[in-house]
């Protein structure tokens, strides 16, 4: 699979977990992800920049 890029406005590390199957791969049946577990409790620490909206 090619790497996707990460859109405006989303968060590199939750963008790819969602979208890279590998990256869970090593979890067993019904086992949380502990990074994708700590972006839902505690937020996303980086969300790549949007452009500046300029529709006015």
Not at 12 to 34: I, T
């Amino acid at each position: 699979m090619a790497a996707q890029q990460t859109p405006p406005g989303e968060c590199p590390q939750c963008w790819q977990h969602a979208h890279d199957q590998r990256v869970h791969r090593h979890l067993g049946p019904r086992e949380d992800c502990p990074q994708c577990v700590d972006h839902m409790v505690n937020g996303c620490p980086y969300l790549v920049p949007k452009k500046e909206s300029r529709w006015w």
